[in-house]
């Protein structure tokens, strides 16, 4: 049993960092540096975590049919980020004139809240096949875990909404993903579909949400942080599995 208890505190530092992410935005006001250094290395991380971890695991549990359960995690990230709201990203929010209704930033929580609830899912998951895929992905969720914060209370006072509102945001991802933890811990036997949905959600966020952030800036070294990510989670692998 005490493999639950490390996916919940796991799941408890993830939700803290989303907490995180949105006390940047509401004290400074402005994405610092780092943050971006966290956008590119979580790229690499998840895009190595998702295809050399998650989806060889679950070829072994269901063999081809990882593939239609990895693609339909893929698009269940793709509704509820993109087709639900018609403008999101993981950046800061400077577009205030298309998220200036008040409407449209309670849909982009509802959207996050989904993605923060099959994180969850994905580290319980993990930790359901074994230690290493457990931390694995409490890895790639934690790397991503601080920008989303910062996205979701962005997003919040970008629609003219007071900051503790778009703090207690934050807080509303921080606990959907710890109900995805508690949700996930006694479904053993779902394991072998939701972890390919969780390497297709895990593809999706490194690939669609977080490399056009890093695409978006100047010059050539966030891009080259995303290899650091793949390479660091790679050298993991080497020392510890
Ligand atoms: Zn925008
Ligand atoms: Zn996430």
Redesign the pocket.
Known sequence: MQIHWIALALGLV?AAA?VCGGLVVVRWRARPEYLKYFVALGAGFMLAASLLEMLPESHKRIGSQAGLWLLVGYLLMHFFEHTLSAHFHFGEEIHTTEVAHWHRGQVILVG?MA??F??GMSIATGFLVSPWLGWVIFGA?FL??MP?GFAISSVMLASGRRAQYALTAAGL?GAA?LAGVLVMMPLHAEVPYTLPISAG?TLY?AASDLIPEVNSEPGIRMALVVFVGVVFMLSLKKLFS
Do not use: P, Q
């Open positions: 993830a989303n996050l993605h923060s099959v994180d969720v991503h875990k989303e991802l993903t959600v966020v």
